[in-house]
């Protein structure tokens, strides 16, 4: 903890003023950084405009690489058992594809310390900004509820990942006294969660942000996200919890359908990847990506020297779908429709020439099409999109399962769900068709098909204990389930990752290690 935790926090504001997005020009500068001292900084709210873009640019961590061919991302996507690899040439993502990962596995490492760091320059906002005067009050107030949200963000995927973890809500020094910090428990770190996100809920954010910035709808879709969460494994807050989070999540569906040009889904999956269109619409909370400063970090997504894009036969393929994922689709759904939903089997050779077929499905969903070429029109080479976090589609399942779970289907629950599968051109059974069990596992089966490949599936598996199973397309328990990406059996200690190693050497009262682990 000592190394991974307090080293960020000195120095927060310094790691760059960067990108949130094109909207603003302000987000693409950076500055010399090396005149700035903790005497001299949060001094005017230029210094706290710099300050919270340095916590949107430390949340990038997800993207950064994890050795040859693996990126941090693939920590949530290899253990799904939805995808597996074309390279194999990446040992610590080999580990996590064959669920035998441990406290070194380097994916691990690298998220405890991009979580934290996040974490820490959100705490040296929260502590520096409210001090800065003269300042107007509603920058303030928006800045400081960013930063809210941003923390509750970070340890949400802390508490998911690892259970107990260190709860740091205050800048740390050598002389703190929390300085080798013990880990928390689980539910005070969802109450810190939850209190951090209604505080940003009040601070003033505009409903949607084309800059890329937080809203009000990212802080609604989270709480309702969280609630969910809660409702199930390991706190089962059951009903009470499903109502928050299904009401909560009406409360942005209600907004879209006043607004439907502000909130709402894609016309077309093609739309879902479009750089022009990204913080916008369905794109509730994205994490922000530029060539100029930082490019979309899901090359891995493409096919093993395969020439699908400007650079010809490139591409590591070390993260593709299963084939019995990608057969489990319902017939007709277009999302399983080559180079028009979420996957495609054919492309143009070097991104713009002869079509030609890949032997293999990949994943679309990601792909920028303008970047790498699209037929007859060569790439910009320039890849800019962003990376999801929270889509309206997300919201809708979430909605549909919360509300399902308060009183069984209804009108309401059943139109979220239609209306994600009406986009894929399939025909929903009429309401009258489902019980509360038949509807809740087809909310299930959506969320699977509809949030592949967005860092989304293992939370749900690890909440529900239940793994979605492509041959059968029902349910298993999520203990003795087989991935068929690798033909291993999901265990109880997976439901958790370890502690990485080296924090536990550096902090003892980390101590002990997540069951089923060294």
């Known amino acids: 903890m000592k190394i991974n935790i307090t080293k960020y926090i000195g120095v927060a504001f310094l790691s760059g003023l960067l990108l949130l997005g094109s909207g603003c020009s302000k987000f693409l500068d950076e500055h010399d950084p090396s005149n ?187 709480l309702a996200i969280v609630y969910l969460t809660m409702a199930g494994q390991p706190l089962n807050k059951g009903v009470s919890h499903y109502k928050l989070a299904a009401d909560k999540a009406n409360e942005v569906i209600t907004y879209s359908k006043g607004n439907p040009a502000s909130i709402d889904l894609f016309g077309t999956y093609a739309e879902v990847h479009n ?73 143009f050779t070097d991104g713009s020439g002869a079509l030609f077929q890949l032997g293999a499905p990949y994943i679309f969903k990601h792909f920028n099409t303008i970047a790498n070429g699209s037929s007859g029109v060569a790439g910009t080479r320039n890849n800019n999109l962003n990376v999801p976090v929270i889509r309206y589609a997300e919201v809708l399942l979430v909605y549909a399962e919360a509300q399902n779970e308060v009183g069984g289907p209804t009108s309401d629950t059943y139109d979220a769900l239609k209306k994600v599968r009406d986009r894929a051109q399939l025909v929903t059974p009429p309401l009258g068709n489902y019980n509360q069990s038949t509807f809740r596992e087809a909310v299930w089966r959506e969320r699977w098909h509809e949030l592949c490949y967005e860092q989304i599936t293992w939370f749900d598996m690890v909440r529900l204990r239940k793994v979605f199973n492509e041959t059968t397309r029902e349910f298993d328990n999520f203990v003795g389930h087989i991935n068929k990406s690798s033909n291993q059996t999901l265990q109880s200690k997976h439901l958790l990752f370890p502690i990485p190693r080296p924090e536990m050497q550096n902090n003892t009262n980390l101590t002990p290690q997540n069951p089923g682990y060294q």
């Open 275 to 347: 750089e022009m269109l990204k913080n916008q619409k369905e794109h509730i909370f994205m994490l922000q990506y530029n060539s100029v400063v930082a490019a979309n970090p899901m090359d891995n997504m493409y096919p093993n020297f395969k020439p699908v894009t400007y650079n010809g036969a490139s591409g590591t393929g070390s993260t593709v779908p299963t084939r019995e994922f990608y057969n489990s689709y319902e017939t007709g759904d277009l999302r399983a429709k080559d180079r028009e939903g979420y996957f495609y089997t054919s492309y």
């Open 36 to 222: 700035l001292t903790l005497e001299n900084f949060y001094k005017i709210p230029e210094h706290a405009e710099a300050a919270i873009y340095a916590v949107y640019s430390s949340s990038r961590f997800m993207g950064d690489g994890a050795g040859i061919f693996s990126s941090n991302w693939q920590l949530l996507e290899a253990v799904t058992g939805t995808s597996t690899t074309e390279t194999a040439q990446n040992s610590d993502l080999n580990n996590l594809y064959g669920l035998i990962y441990d406290s070194n596995t380097g994916h691990v490492i690298n998220y405890w310390n991009g979580i934290y760091k996040v974490i820490a320059q959100a705490n040296m906002v929260l502590e520096k900004v409210p001090g800065i005067t003269p300042m107007d009050e509603a920058q303030k107030k928006r800045i400081l509820g960013e930063a809210r949200f941003l923390r509750a963000w970070s340890y949400f995927y802390a508490v998911r990942l690892w259970g107990d973890v260190p709860l740091i809500t205050k800048p740390q020094s050598l002389g703190s006294e929390d300085f080798f910090p013990k880990r928390a428990s689980t539910e005070s770190v969802y109450a810190l969660i939850v209190e951090d996100l209604i505080a940003a809920e009040a601070a003033g954010l505009p409903w949607m942000d084309k800059s890329g910035r937080v809203s009000l709808a990212a802080v609604k879709s989270e």
